[in-house]
RNA sequence: GGAGGGUUAGCCUAAUUGGUAAGGCAGCGGACUUGAAAUCCGCCGGGCAUUGCGACCCUUGGGGGUUCGAGUCCCUCACCCUCCGCCA
């Protein structure tokens, strides 16, 4: 959510913004200029009326008091009343329109962020690792995954639908391990809280970090409730601090969870179908941070550096790149993404994005920060990234470890949590 | 699911048959002081305003209703607490 002072004030920064993200149509700024200016004059007007009203009013009660003839009074403040009704009708659908513009209105683009038209204009700014050269027919994930009895398909099929993997033995123990590594990771190196938060969450929180409503159709709700199933733990971690005024000195909030994630994926029909690369459901070790507005960014950076840390820790080869105006995410300013090279498909593909909201998260879930020494309290700043997403991780891993005999190679960080196994196969 | 109690500004607590939100703590600024404490004054939810100092407006969990007027009465929803029931 944007400022609407900052809006009337830097209309020409918020229409460049627009046109940066190839916004333009989806937002009618001018309708929302117009209900900022009728709004107020209304207000105006309505404030002036209930000083009348006050007055009168007050009037009413001293003379009813003394035991005095009222009437006069009475009929006043009832002739007004009338009035003001009328007011507040106006003001009510001037914000009402005001409100459904700037849901939908995104968030301003931080001055790093490269200006582009899609991901072709992303910038990469760095790669760790090297793809593997094999020297023998690589095999994708989902057969090394049937080869050992790790994955199920079509068993999973049975039980739900097309989307959905399911894991035994080995497999799921695996999985399990890469979870368990990545918190380890964050908690004991990195600084972070762990945190284990509801899978559902209300409309209010989705809107508090700008799901919804953009992203109504990507996300599960839950009928005959208001539940919806989180798409990340972003959603149920940063509203955890939802309308609360934190101290300064507690921040920066630095939170890991493990949570599962769920997504409808509606317009992603036919891309993908065959294993782990988009599911329905899949896990993800989140990273999320409240930081005092000075600190953001310098922040933003650590917290990619410590999704790389687990990258590294799994010998995944990878590149990072920031992602242009034409791809990023709504509310964010500024998105880093990791990418991790998928030998089977000969190129890099999304595990990891790590995006900064500056106010915008902060200002719909109403996330303040008291100023040390008091003052006013200001709104903080949010960001979050994956750190990192499994089944991803999980396929690459297969893919890239995989020998010519389809045996997978644990890395070594990873073998402690994998009951000290080097190898599958 | 049922019954009862509750929600007042960051925290805590008042408010007559309905009469227009009173205080305390914490915090900030100032005065006083060598400095600090204590004391005193102002500020201390949001909006709007400002050339100059506010006799300005809204805010008692959300929404609606009754009334000239609602923290107070009615309806509804959310959340919290207690008890009962059910349940992994």
Not at 129 to 155: I, N, T
Not at 290 to 319: C, F, G, H, N
Not at 364 to 389: D, L, Q, W, Y
Not at 414 to 423: K, S, T
Request: hydrophobic fraction near 35%; aromatic fraction near 8%.
């Amino acid at each position: 959510m944007l400022d609407i002072r900052f809006i009337e004030e830097n209309t020409s920064a918020v229409r460049k913004m627009l046109a940066d993200r190839h916004y333009e149509d989806k937002v009618d700024l001018d309708g929302l200029l117009s209900a900022i200016s009728e709004r107020r004059k209304a207000v105006t007007e309505l404030d002036e009326l209930r000083a009348r009203r006050n007055r009168a009013s007050e009037e009413v009660a001293k003379l009813k008091r003394s035991g005095g003839d009222a009437t006069k009074f009475i009929e006043e403040v009832r002739s007004i009343s009338g009035r003001i009704k009328e007011l507040e009708e106006t003001v009510r659908s001037a914000e009402e329109r005001m409100n459904e513009v700037l849901l939908w209105m995104p968030n301003m683009l931080h001055s790093s962020t490269p200006i582009g038209k899609d991901e072709n204009d992303n910038v990469e700014i760095k790669k760790w690792g090297k793809p593997p050269e094999f020297d023998f027919k690589l095999k994708p994930h989902w057969e090394l995954g049937e080869m050992h009895g790790l994955l199920d398909f079509e068993r999973a099929a049975k039980v739900s639908g097309s989307m959905f993997a399911c894991y035994f033995g080995l497999g799921a123990q695996l999985e399990r391990a890469m979870i368990n590594m990545m918190l380890d990771i964050h908690i004991t190196r990195h600084g972070y809280t762990e945190v284990f938060a509801p899978f559902l969450v209300n409309t209010d929180s989705m809107q508090g970090t700008g799901q919804l409503p953009h992203l109504r159709d990507d996300m599960y709700k839950i009928e005959d409730s208001d539940y919806f199933l989180i798409p990340t733990a972003e959603v149920s971690v940063t509203n955890l601090h939802k309308d609360e005024i934190i101290p300064e000195g507690e921040l920066p909030k630095c939170y890991c969870s493990y949570s599962a994630c769920f997504r409808r994926e509606a317009g992603a029909a036919g891309r993908d179908t065959r294993g782990l690369m988009r599911m329905h459901q899949f896990n993800k070790v989140e990273l999320v941070k409240i930081t005092r507005p000075e600190d953001s960014y310098e922040e933003l950076d650590k917290l990619l550096a410590d999704a790389e840390v687990v990258m590294q820790a799994l010998e995944l080869p990878y590149r990072v790149i920031v992602l242009c105006s034409g791809d990023i995410g709504f509310g964010a300013s500024k998105c880093y993404d990791i990418e991790v090279w998928i030998p089977s498909e000969e190129r890099y593909r999304e595990i990891s994005s790590c995006s900064i909201y500056e106010e915008y998260q902060a200002r719909r879930a109403r996330i303040r920060m008291r100023p040390e020494g008091g003052g006013k309290a200001v709104f903080a700043h949010t960001m979050n990234g994956s750190g990192i997403a499994l089944s991803r991780a999980f396929l690459a891993l297969l893919e890239v470890h995989q020998g010519e005999d389809g045996s997978i190679k644990i890395p070594q960080a990873l073998q402690p949590y994998f009951g000290g196994r080097e190898r599958i196969g």
